[in-house]
């Protein structure tokens, strides 16, 4: 486990974890669509998520990309899925990108899950810029962003394309590690 809070617990993805995230995307399809549209369609059957996380899996553990899992401690289902991804090693900065359940949303659990990431990205992995690339429509996301403290840097012209929709400008934020 990478971190826990109140009945949550955050940990990375684990071979076990298809099922879960099946269950999750396919409850989540319209939340998903838009923005995490490869996450959806790669884990829409027990047999893609099997796919899926066995390359995620493989993935971090060779620190090219890290998936976490928000579940809730007793039941162990599954609240939200959190990427940090577009890991450089060299200048040590990642990406975050997470989405949550609609049952779960506007309860805090997003912002305190990146939060305590945040932080063992820092101290753990050694990075030193985290960034979250979000769009001016999503109100959700700029406040968990603002809310951990990072800090508005600019807008990407034409930086992300959603299926079927003409190209998106994006917002950056960025988090520098102080110490």
Not at 65 to 76: I, T
Not at 144 to 156: G, I, P, S
């Amino acid at each position: 486990m990478i971190a826990s809070f109140g009945s949550y617990c955050i940990d990375g993805i684990q071979e076990n974890d298809a099922w879960p995230i099946c269950d999750f995307v396919v409850a989540n399809e319209d939340r998903l669509k838009r923005f995490f549209p490869q996450t959806l369609s790669q884990n829409l059957t027990p047999t893609l998520a099997k796919s899926f996380v066995a390359k995620k899996v493989k993935q971090f553990l060779i620190n090219e990309e890290f998936v976490y899992l928000l579940k809730e401690k007793g039941s162990h289902k599954l609240v939200g899925i959190i990427y940090l991804k577009e890991l450089d090693w060299e200048i040590k900065q990642g990406e975050f990108a997470y989405c949550i359940g609609y049952q779960f949303e506007e309860k805090g659990l997003t912002t305190k899950t990146v939060r305590l990431l945040s932080e063992y990205a820092f101290k753990t992995l050694g990075l030193k810029t985290l960034r979250i690339i979000v769009h001016e429509s999503n109100i959700s996301s700029i406040k968990v962003a603002t809310n951990n403290n990072f800090t508005w840097k600019e807008t990407l012209l034409k930086e992300y394309t959603p299926p079927g929709e003409d190209t998106l400008d994006m917002e950056l934020y960025e988090l520098y590690n102080e110490k």
